[in-house]
């Protein structure tokens, strides 16, 4: 009958990592200590969310104007779209890419993820898309949910840490054309482990010769080693004229978290070329969502059209990628001091850290010491402070102990 369409449904599971800050909140422990942090959320030393001056000066400019809540091109905002362009690729490359890289702004770096999985399977034809092993969970769910076949490729040693980029190369190596591979620029999600230079250039080589279609995911530019450090592999693939994607969130490093910024970058041969792929995107956007939203892109061409406004902010960016790089210094002596060996976190970049950890042990974290973290061992670090760093680093000494 009509009245039972729904009676036959199976509630799903909660977010493995939203759920648990769900958890943590209901969580009445003094010491507890959230090294999940939504869903990559960076926290100040107070433990609190920061509002970035640049981005609160922007955006009382945007709300000066009076303008209508207009719909906005289908493929974004042109400013927003020109200033990410240049942030990602670089100022001297603006020129050439204006005219043979196709942007759209999309509902931040998931969306971009999406409208990404669109273009490859709808238009480019492909089935397959490999993922590093491990990756961002939603990575896969976003891929099979656009009906794309998902594998992995290795990626992290479990047993020993660090990477394994013989079988990363081997597996690479032997894909069949017109696979869409995955590759974190910078920041690995959720590792914190990423390509050294030789490497990505050992990449571009399988790629141009297998003809496989990279997908560059990157959300975390200026929290690695720099802003233009961190920007490395997307510049690589295009000086070196590889047709690519790169899916990019100005979610992070403008903590515009809720707001939903981010781009789709299409590199291609030619201007020709550029305007075809552009009137696709367009209308791939016009099918799901039909133009992302104005006011977060607004506040980010804001800060990007104006050079002193866009210098305070790469220098707020660097004071977060900064505060973790010493959190993780911080942990690891504490680590030191309590009698176990946590090191490995200050070779890792970005928000997270793989820590090792099973799930039983996270588990134990959680129960005994009010520590939390993802099942899978991740812990962001941007969760750390000078408050609990201690605290966390003898939890996880003691859970260590007991092993």
Known sequence: MQNELFSQLQPRPDDPILGLNEVFQKDERPEKVNLTVGAGAYLTDAGVMPLLSTVEEATKRVLARREPHAYIPMSGLPAYNEGVRRLLFGSERAPLLSETAATVQTIGGTGALYLAALFAKNVLGVKLVVVSDPTWGNHIAIFKLAGLEVATYPYYNRTKGGLRFDGMRSALSSLPANTMVLIHACCHNPTGVDLPK????????????????????????????????????????????????????????????????GALHV???????????????????????????????????????????????????????????????????????????????????????????????????????AVYGVANGRICV??????????????????????
């Open 198 to 261: 030789e490497a990505w250039s050992e990449v571009v080589k399988i790629v141009k010769e297998r003809n496989l279609v990279p997908l560059l995911d990157i959300a975390y530019q200026g929290l690695g080693d720099g802003l233009e450090e961190d920007g490395y592999a997307p510049r690589l693939f295009a000086d070196e004229g590889v047709a690519t994607l790169v899916t990019a969130s100005s979610s992070k490093n403008f903590a515009l978290y809720g707001q939903r910024a």
């Open 382 to 403: 941007a969760g750390l402070n000078h408050g609990n760093v201690e605290y966390a680093a003898e939890a996880f000494a003691k859970v260590l102990a007991g092993r």
């Open 267 to 369: 590199l291609t041969r030619s201007n020709e070329e550029k305007r075809t792929v552009e009137s696709i995107l367009k209308s791939l956007v016009r099918s799901t969502y039909s133009n992302p939203p104005k006011f977060a892109g607004s506040v980010v061409a804001e800060v990007l059209a104006d050079p002193e406004l866009e210098a305070r902010w790469r220098l707020e960016v660097d004071e977060m990628r900064e505060r973790m790089v010493l959190m993780r210094r911080l942990f690891a002596e504490a680590g030191e001091r309590h009698g176990v060996d946590l090191s490995f976190v200050v070779g890792q970049k970005g928000m997270f850290t793989f820590t090792g950890f099973t799930k039983e042990m996270m588990q134990e974290l959680r129960d005994k010491y």
